[in-house]
């Protein structure tokens, strides 16, 4: 693995475009009588993060947590926003979701989980039709795992929002 370290040019990423990745997912959909919906997929991305790079990835960006109280600390701050925007994800991942709609309401709860290192994305979703094409959105998000996990590395722990929605 190589060491961390504080980058003066900006890293790109690089990948072998000669080299064939498998990318798959399977997944099912059950529709109860009373239209209760439940979803779940396994995601596999073939050019996603081995445990191995995930931790020198993980490595890396400790160190430049670690560099922004020094003399350094531009630089490790540039290091360290490269590094967030540049996560790679892991290979295996599962969603789930489930969904009922009730008169003109429709409530929603779903899960985006790593494999790897049980971390997750969780959404709860509540949506009212107000009119034939207005509808009133509220939700919650919340990142969820250990501090070296895929969506526990987030500097979020969590969202809520409120939307208007009107298609045109």
């Known amino acids: 693995r190589e060491t961390p370290r504080l980058y003066t040019?900006?890293?790109?990423?690089?990948?072998?475009?000669?080299?064939?990745?498998?990318?798959a997912v399977a997944g099912l959909t059950w529709t109860a009588t009373d239209y209760l919906e439940i979803n779940a997929e396994w995601?596999?991305?073939?050019?996603?993060a081995s445990k191995t790079e995930s931790l020198s990835f993980l490595d890396q960006v400790e160190y430049h947590r670690g560099a922004l109280s020094g003399a350094q600390a531009p630089l490790a701050l540039a290091n360290?926003?490269?590094?967030?925007?540049?996560?790679?994800?892991?290979?295996d991942?599962?969603?789930?979701?489930?969904?009922l709609p009730i008169g003109r309401a429709t409530y929603s709860l779903s899960s985006f989980f790593t494999v790897a290192d049980a971390s997750s994305i969780i959404n709860a979703r509540a949506s009212?039709?107000?009119?034939?094409?207005t509808s009133v959105n509220l939700g919650v998000t919340a990142?969820?795992?250990?501090?070296?996990?895929?969506?526990?590395?987030?500097?979020?722990?969590?969202a809520a929002f409120v939307s208007l929605s009107q298609p045109f």
Do not use: C, K
């Open 9 to 23: 040019e900006r890293p790109t990423l690089l990948q072998d475009q000669r080299q064939a990745v498998l990318d």
């Open 43 to 48: 995601i596999h991305r073939g050019e996603g």
């Open 80 to 91: 360290l926003a490269w590094d967030l925007s540049a996560i790679p994800a892991r290979r």
């Open 93 to 99: 991942h599962l969603f789930v979701m489930m969904r």
């Open 128 to 133: 009212w039709l107000l009119t034939h094409h």
């Open 143 to 158: 990142y969820t795992g250990a501090n070296r996990s895929e969506f526990g590395l987030l500097p979020l722990r969590g």
